[in-house]
């Protein structure tokens, strides 16, 4: 079946350090990736998606690129800030109408300090 | 907009008894999904509802059940709840853009059960 592998941290940074996090996935089709970002009592929010191979998501400074030749999808931002302390989660979607739910990758707790 | 709201957001229950969650979508979203976030489980797939009907359902017993009105608002049902179910239930709604989906999540409706 389908599966999402990310670093689980957590990932401890300064701030304006450069963040990479990680993510390889597992599908048979050819899904839709996803990151969500989670802040401490809230739901997902979703931060940058991408549907096809090669195209690149971005959203307030965070960026990841599809690539199917190595199934990955790394998020990375070139200078964090305290404000981006959360859990990030990396997730598939591998029907194109969305009834097979959302494949979750466990989850990376970032800390940013000052 | 108005983005995804559940209600409650916060439930306590006892061993044995039975809850009710509701999820109502953003305007226009026919989908509902729904997840079970948990520390040793992480994010799960419950169920997803489409005008009315279940599409599809995640590897969960049936005590827990949902359904969806022609409102697109939706409801997840469990019965005699046990302690494992304590956990965050989070609804999503989703819309199709050129073939694929999109979820976006709601706060959540955080259970405990004693």
């Known amino acids: 079946g389908d599966s999402v592998t990310q670093m689980e941290g957590p990932v401890t940074l300064s701030e304006e350090a450069f963040l990479t996090i990680n993510c390889t996935y597992t599908?048979?089709?050819?899904?839709?990736l996803f990151w969500y970002v989670q802040y401490p009592g809230e739901g997902l929010q979703l931060l940058l998606k991408a549907t096809k191979a090669d195209d690149k998501g971005s959203n307030k400074g965070f960026e990841a690129t599809y690539r199917k030749e190595t199934t990955s999808f790394h998020l990375e931002k070139g200078s964090v800030q305290v404000s981006d302390s959360a859990v990030y989660f990396c997730?598939?979607?591998?029907?194109?109408?969305?009834?097979?739910?959302?494949?979750f990758g466990k989850g990376t707790h970032l800390i940013i300090q000052p | 907009k108005a983005g995804v709201t559940q209600t409650p957001r916060y439930l306590i229950k006892t061993r044995g008894q039975q809850v009710t969650l509701s999820c109502s979508p953003i305007s226009g979203h026919r989908s509902v999904s729904w997840y079970q976030q948990t520390p040793g489980q992480g994010l799960q797939f419950l169920f997803e509802?489409?005008?009315?009907?279940?599409?599809n359902k995640g590897n969960f017993p049936g005590r827990f059940s949902g359904r969806q009105f022609s409102n697109s608002r939706s409801e997840m049902n469990v019965s005699t709840l046990e302690l494992g179910d304590s956990a965050l239930y989070l609804c999503?709604?989703?819309?199709?853009?050129?073939?694929?989906?999109?979820?976006?999540f709601g706060p959540g409706t955080r259970l405990t059960v004693l």
């Open positions: 599908a048979t089709g050819y899904p839709s």
């Open positions: 999503a709604s989703s819309f199709r853009d050129r073939g694929k989906d999109t979820q976006y």
């Open positions: 997730a598939l979607s591998d029907s194109g109408g969305g009834a097979d739910g959302l494949t």
């Open positions: 509802y489409f005008s009315e009907t279940q599409r």
